[in-house]
Every structure is written in structure tokens, then in C-alpha cells.
């Protein structure tokens, strides 16, 4: 078996009814992978862009680009080889935990609090897959309440 | 023009020079019946079967080259026609697939024969439509049928709601197809296609692996003088039967699990694979760390998706084999030097001495393999051949004297049983001045028997010749070869009376089991130009033979095994 690697593929297809499911089907259909997907209009375009996190071996990830350039609204399958990379987290805390060190924590991830309330606060970090996660661990002994992760996105540097 | 969805549907097919379409109607497509009935344009064959209008629609494509029209309504009248279009889609057949569906005001809410039909088509279609707005139709159409027969051909289908069919727009199909996300590459890459013809001249021992596309691109003649002036020997897969005649003596005959010794021992020794719009398939390489293992690879495939899927490819061209072939031809001019093939050609005559392609008269029983030759002698060049998927499929790819390409049409990626009387009929609407003989057996033949009532109807005679062995035979081969003649629901000693079955729709029948009845009734459904089953009772336990054991190496065949 050849070895599975992690790769970032963003497709720009036409903005138009069911696009979405014709992707994930192929992704379903033929056993591919998909560890993250997101999909938003590019703005002033008939156009969408989605950011696919995927991975699989060499010939794997070829037939996926291959594969998703086949369907008909597929205007462009970008196979990312040096990016930049980014995902976002939401995360709600008790509003007893200490705030102070949760702020410092989120500064330090590219984020910060952005919302309190009288039971909880929501902060929010936008970092590399990688260091999101790091974050996620870090903000264990806070007792976070509760967690939502983006997919990424990304962009050719 | 101001008209109604209905009618676009009607002008778009005539537009297109449509001169025949299957279907079966029902609610959600009546408007577009409703308009059918008004017209003298074009040709509707009501099949008795949704399954049944796919089928004939790719059988008529297969035949003739054009787009098959299948025209039939929504819920139960699409699900019936999902098998069809899996089969166009394995195949690369061109079809424009038109469905109805409910009214705009109830899709979504469970409606009577509702069923989210551009979902389940997604899967088994190259493209699909749903339209919502009359205003959208000439375009969707002409787009639909643009994308059928552009590129690596396929099934398109387009699902239309009861309303649209009603609502009034402007008609305009006077605009060319512009789709920019879709731009089918053509023509090769010429210096890829350069450095291909450079490997071809400094190979020893090159072999043609001659694919299904080249039928599809219809580069048959272009292929046909490629291997003449290169003298190098060809292989056919399955799909490509025909594209060499069977008389060519370059031709070693098909690869692949059922293919001869000779194609498989010539693929495992050449240095050189020339692939031409095939694809790989797993029945064709057997093991694929052992498949042509010394050899380099040139793949010509219009699809980039097929190019390096499955093996890798030292020269991969996407393009239209027609192109790539015209390229190859001009570049190759300066004759390739013939006599520094004269070894490698003699290895394979050898290796076709060691182990023709054969079978043993060694019963009293009819062998199935000597009634396809027969019919091969009776009738050569002058039947369109289709088959059902079994036993008899095989034999017939391997023992009938093909040709010319489409000469042979058949379910090969999909392997779906109850495709080939369907088909044939389509074969009989495309090319009425040739018999359609199609070779079935007695499990295939009860998949689609209503269609007897279709070919009888609209007076497409077709030559059902049922290889009868009581058994669902390819099943049962595997039984024996592979799980120790434990025979689990393949006996089918229980079957209908064919020959009063046929009677029964109007057709006629005949039971043979001798050489002399077998003659006597293909002479006689011949003369008499009717619909016909020939029930011919074969040997139960024959074998088809030469077998690559499914995922073994192609050198390594079972070539013989006599079943008691």
C-alpha cells in the first residue's frame, strides 16, 4: 500500500443547483476521503469555491482531481502544494473559568472572546489546522462547554 | 417562438434529427406524449419496460452511432430506467434520457410517483438536469445532447416537471453550445504522440491493446490501417470486438479472463503495450502487478480520469483516438521496419498452435460454442449480433466472425442480464436491413421477455437463439471452479415452454437439439422474417474456456476442465 498523505484541494465550480452533492457523491461514490469541506459564493462571480481536505496515496488523490475535473460544472481543480491554510473554532466556556487566561490563550491562536453572556462566554480562534488543535488541547482545563470547528480554507501563496 | 415545454421537447428532438425514440408514458410525462401524438417527425417505440426503452435506446446507439432517445415518466417509470442508464454509463453510451416529473408546486412533498430522480441519476449519469423553468429547456437540451455524444460519450438525463411541460416560453436552439467548464480535449498532445510513434519503432516486441473507444470514436478504419502498416499484432478487448476483422491476421482475438491463450501469453511477453481507447478493466488485466509486467505503456484514451487509473502509463495522450491515430499514421510514415517483428509474430503463432481457441464435440448434446459458429457461418457479415450477459456472451466473443465495428453489441461494464433482446430490437430500428440475432440464455432471456410484445408489435424481428442449459450457467461455472460444485439457486430446470411463450405473443418458436433442427430453424425463422425463439437445448455442464480465475495472472490460464 502506498502511503495516505494529507492534501488541500480547492475546486471552483459553477454556482448552481445540487453542485455540492455532485462533488460529495464522487467523494461517496468512489471511496475517497473527506476530512473537512468548505463551500462559499466567490464574491462578484457565477463561481463557488470549496476547499476540500482530503487525503489518500499519490495515484489516490490524482484520480480524485481527475475525477472531480470530469464533472461538468467543474470549472477548476486546484491541487494545493504550498498554501496558506486556515480553519476557525468556536468555543463556549462557563463564565467561572478565569477569562484572563483564556483571553491570553486565545491571543496567542489568532483569536479572541466574542461574546459574553451571563452564563457563558464564546471565544474564537482562526489558526493552521495543526495549531487549532493545539489550541483545543490547551483549552481542556478550562472545561469547555462546547466546540464547533470550520474546515478550511486556503490559498495558494 | 413562443411554445410550450412539451413542444420544445418535441422541436429539440427534431432539431437534432432524431428519427427514433423508446419510452413508455405515464402522468408526469403526459404533456410531451400529448405532443408526440401530433407529430409525424420521428418514430415512438413503446417498449413494454422502462428498463426495456434504455436498452433498445443503446442498442440503437451502439448500432448507429447516434444519440439514443428514451423518453418515460417519474417515480416507478425512472427507478425502472436507473439500470439502463447505469449500463450507457459503464459503456460510454451516448442517450439523451427524458423523464417527467411531478409539478414544480410538489416535488419535495411525497407526491403520488414522486421520486428525487436527478439524485439516484447522479451516480449513473456523465450529466444531469433538473429543469425548473420552460425558459431553461433549449438550452438544457441542447446541452444534454452536446455532452451525450462529445468527450467520453454517456447517458444524460433530464428530468422535467409536469408544469414546465405546460409552461409557455421562448424556444431558441439556434445557440451554439458554450459550457466553459466543459472543454473536451481532442486532439493529442504532439509531442507526446511523437514520442509514442519513437517507442513504437524501438520496440521488439510491441502488441495493440485495441479497446471499446475506438468503436465509440468510430476510428475503426483509422486503426484498422495503423496495425496494417506497422505489421504489429493487435489484442481486442471485449468491447472492441469488430474493430479488427476476424480474418486479420494480425488479430490474435480478445484478452482478458475469457480471452484466448495467445492475446494473454502475447499481453504478458510484449515489451510494448499500445492502448487505444481501453481502459484496464479489471476482467481484461487478471492480476495487476503481473499484467504486461516488462512492457512500457502508451494509453490513448479520451478521458484523462482513465490514463494511469488503474496502470501506470509511460506515454499517456488524452485525446479522440480518431486524432491520435490520424497523428500516429502521418508520423509514422517512414514505414516501420516489419521484418524486426518476424520473431515476435512466430512466438505468438506458436503460442495460437499450442492452444487455439477450441472446444470438444464430445457429447451427444449440442455444444453452444458450435451454434454460435454456425450462426457465424449461416449469416457472417450480414447479422448485427447482441447478447444477453452469461456463458453464451462469452462464447459469442469468442467463436463469432466479427466484421466491423458495431457489428457486435453488448453489456460490458455493467454485465446486465435482460439487456440484449431490448437491444436488439434497438439494433433492428437502427439497421433494418440486417437480421438481429441476439444470443441469450435461458436465465437472461426471462429479464426482459415482454419485449416480445414490442418486437412483434412494431415488426423488428429479432433472433432470440436461448443457449438453453437449465442452469444460470456462468454462475454456476464458478460454483464448481470455486466453491467445490456447491450449486446454490443457479439450477433452473423450471422454465417456461419458450416456443408457446413466443407463440403466445405472436412470434414464433422453435425447439432444437440437433445440428440438423438447429439449421432447419434459423433457415426457417430467416425466410419467414418474424420474431422468434430458437430454444436450443445445449450440453448442461460446458464450460467457458480458456478462464483467468478471477485476480490470477494472465499467463496463468485454467485451459481446460471437463465437468462431470
Same mark, same amino acid.
Request: aromatic share 8%; net charge neutral; proline share 5%.
Given at each position: 500500500m502506498e502511503a495516505a498523505e494529507r492534501r488541500v484541494i480547492s475546486v471552483i465550480v459553477i454556482n448552481e443547483a445540487s453542485v455540492l452533492s455532485r462533488i460529495t457523491d464522487l467523494f461517496s461514490g468512489r471511496g475517497y476521503n473527506i476530512t473537512s469541506l468548505t463551500v462559499a459564493p466567490i464574491p462578484e462571480s457565477r463561481y463557488s469555491r470549496l476547499t476540500i481536505v482530503t487525503s489518500g496515496s499519490v495515484r489516490v488523490i490524482e484520480q480524485i482531481t481527475k475525477q472531480l475535473h470530469k464533472l461538468i460544472p467543474v470549472l477548476k481543480v486546484i491541487e494545493h502544494a504550498d498554501l496558506v491554510e486556515k480553519e476557525m473554532a468556536l468555543v463556549k466556556f462557563p463564565i467561572t473559568e478565569n477569562l484572563a487566561d483564556i483571553s491570553a490563550l486565545c491571543s496567542a491562536y489568532n483569536g479572541n472572546i466574542v461574546n459574553v453572556s451571563e452564563e457563558v462566554i464564546i471565544t474564537m480562534v482562526a489558526d493552521e489546522p495543526k495549531r487549532v488543535d493545539y489550541f483545543l488541547s490547551a483549552i481542556k482545563r478550562f472545561h469547555p462547554k462546547e466546540i464547533v470547528r470550520s474546515g478550511a480554507v486556503a490559498l495558494e501563496r | 417562438?413562443?411554445?410550450?415545454?412539451?413542444?420544445?421537447?418535441?422541436?429539440?428532438?427534431?432539431?437534432?434529427?432524431?428519427?427514433?425514440?423508446?419510452?413508455?408514458?405515464?402522468?408526469?410525462?403526459?404533456?410531451?406524449?400529448?405532443?408526440?401524438?401530433?407529430?409525424?417527425?420521428?418514430? %415512438?417505440?413503446?417498449?413494454?419496460?422502462?428498463?426495456?426503452?434504455? %436498452?433498445?435506446?443503446?442498442?440503437?446507439?451502439?448500432?448507429?452511432?447516434?444519440?439514443?432517445?428514451?423518453?418515460?415518466?417519474?417515480?416507478?417509470?425512472?427507478? *425502472?430506467?436507473? =439500470?439502463?442508464?447505469?449500463?450507457?454509463?459503464?459503456?460510454?453510451?451516448?442517450?439523451?434520457?427524458?423523464?417527467?416529473?411531478?409539478?414544480?408546486?410538489?416535488?419535495?412533498?411525497?407526491?403520488?410517483?414522486?421520486?428525487?430522480?436527478?439524485?439516484?441519476?447522479?451516480?449513473?449519469?456523465? %450529466? *444531469?438536469?433538473?429543469?425548473?423553468?420552460?425558459?431553461?429547456?433549449?438550452?438544457?437540451?441542447?446541452?444534454?445532447?452536446?455532452?451525450?455524444?462529445?468527450?467520453?460519450?454517456?447517458?444524460? %438525463?433530464?428530468?422535467?416537471?409536469?408544469?414546465?411541460?405546460?409552461?409557455?416560453?421562448?424556444?431558441?436552439?439556434?445557440?451554439?453550445?458554450?459550457?466553459?467548464?466543459?472543454?473536451?480535449?481532442?486532439?493529442?498532445? =504532439?509531442?507526446?504522440?511523437?514520442?509514442?510513434?519513437?517507442?513504437?519503432? *524501438?520496440?521488439?516486441?510491441?502488441?495493440?491493446?485495441?479497446?471499446?473507444?475506438?468503436?465509440?470514436?468510430?476510428?475503426?478504419?483509422?486503426?484498422?490501417?495503423?496495425?496494417?502498416?506497422?505489421?504489429?499484432?493487435?489484442?481486442?478487448?471485449?468491447?472492441?470486438?469488430?474493430?479488427?476483422?476476424?480474418?486479420?491476421?494480425?488479430?490474435?482475438?480478445?484478452?482478458g479472463m475469457h480471452g484466448s491463450y495467445a492475446a494473454n501469453m502475447a499481453m504478458s511477453e510484449t515489451d510494448l503495450v499500445i492502448g487505444l481507447g481501453a481502459r484496464f478493466d479489471d476482467r481484461v488485466t487478471g492480476k495487476l502487478s503481473e499484467f504486461a509486467k516488462g512492457a512500457k505503456i502508451i494509453h490513448v484514451d479520451i478521458d484523462p480520469a482513465s490514463i494511469s487509473k488503474l496502470v501506470n502509463a509511460d506515454f499517456p495522450i488524452v485525446g479522440d483516438i480518431k486524432h491520435v491515430v490520424k497523428s500516429m499514421l502521418d508520423i509514422a510514415k517512414t514505414t516501420i521496419d516489419k521484418e524486426r517483428y518476424t520473431p515476435w509474430l512466430d512466438t505468438i503463432a506458436n503460442f495460437n498452435k499450442l492452444h487455439p481457441l477450441s472446444f470438444k464435440e464430445d457429447s451427444e448434446d449440442l455444444k453452444p460454442q458450435w451454434v454460435i459458429k454456425r450462426v457465424g457461418e449461416t449469416l457472417g457479415d450480414n447479422a448485427n449480433i447482441s447478447t444477453d450477459v452469461g456463458q453464451h456472451q462469452m462464447w459469442t466473443a469468442q467463436f463469432y466472425p466479427f466484421s466491423r465495428p458495431r457489428q457486435f453489441i453488448s453489456s460490458g461494464g455493467l454485465g446486465t442480464m435482460g439487456f440484449g433482446f431490448p437491444a436488439a430490437v434497438g439494433v433492428k430500428a437502427a439497421d433494418p436491413k440486417r437480421i438481429s440475432v441476439n444470443f441469450t440464455g435461458d436465465g437472461s432471456i426471462l429479464m426482459n421477455i415482454q419485449e416480445l410484445m414490442t418486437a412483434v408489435e412494431q415488426k423488428l424481428p429479432v433472433i432470440n437463439i436461448i443457449l438453453n442449459n437449465n442452469y444460470l450457467g456462468m454462475v454456476r461455472q464458478w460454483q464448481t471452479l470455486f466453491y467445490n460444485k456447491r450449486h446454490s439457486e443457479t439450477d433452473l430446470s423450471m422454465q417456461p415452454d419458450f416456443v408457446k411463450l413466443a407463440e403466445a405473443f405472436g412470434g414464433v418458436g422453435y425447439r432444437v437439439s440437433t445440428k440438423e433442427e438447429f439449421d432447419a430453424a434459423l433457415k426457417d425463422a430467416i425466410e419467414k422474417n418474424v420474431v422468434a425463439f430458437i430454444d436450443v437445448k445445449v450440453h448442461r455442464l460446458e464450460n467457458v474456456m480458456p478462464m483467468v480465475p478471477s485476480g490470477g495472472s494472465l499467463f496463468n490460464m485454467m485451459l481446460e476442465y471437463k465437468e462431470k
Open positions: - | 417562438m413562443q411554445i410550450s415545454g412539451a413542444q420544445m421537447v418535441i422541436e429539440a428532438l427534431i432539431a437534432e434529427e432524431v428519427d427514433t425514440i423508446f419510452g413508455y408514458p405515464g402522468g408526469a410525462i403526459m404533456n410531451v406524449y400529448d405532443e408526440i401524438y401530433k407529430q409525424n417527425s420521428f418514430k %415512438h417505440i413503446l417498449t413494454r419496460h422502462e428498463q426495456a426503452a434504455v %436498452h433498445a435506446a443503446e442498442g440503437y446507439s451502439k448500432a448507429s452511432g447516434k444519440v439514443g432517445v428514451a423518453m418515460i415518466t417519474s417515480g416507478p417509470g425512472f427507478t *425502472n430506467a436507473v =439500470t439502463g442508464l447505469a449500463d450507457a454509463y459503464m459503456d460510454s453510451v451516448p442517450l439523451v434520457v427524458i423523464s417527467g416529473q411531478v409539478p414544480m408546486s410538489l416535488i419535495g412533498t411525497d407526491a403520488f410517483q414522486e421520486i428525487d430522480a436527478v439524485g439516484i441519476s447522479r451516480s449513473c449519469t456523465k %450529466h *444531469n438536469y433538473l429543469v425548473t423553468d420552460a425558459a431553461d429547456l433549449p438550452r438544457v437540451l441542447k446541452e444534454a445532447f452536446y455532452i451525450a455524444r462529445t468527450g467520453r460519450p454517456g447517458p444524460v %438525463h433530464v428530468d422535467i416537471p409536469k408544469d414546465v411541460t405546460a409552461q409557455i416560453a421562448k424556444f431558441d436552439y439556434s445557440k451554439e453550445v458554450d459550457i466553459e467548464t466543459y472543454k473536451p480535449t481532442t486532439k493529442g498532445n =504532439t509531442r507526446q504522440i511523437k514520442k509514442a510513434v519513437d517507442a513504437i519503432k *524501438n520496440a521488439k516486441r510491441p502488441l495493440f491493446y485495441l479497446g471499446g473507444g475506438i468503436i465509440n470514436s468510430n476510428a475503426s478504419e483509422e486503426v484498422r490501417k495503423l496495425v496494417k502498416n506497422t505489421g504489429i499484432p493487435a489484442v481486442e478487448t471485449f468491447m472492441a470486438r469488430g474493430t479488427l476483422k476476424y480474418d486479420d491476421p494480425l488479430l490474435i482475438s480478445m484478452l
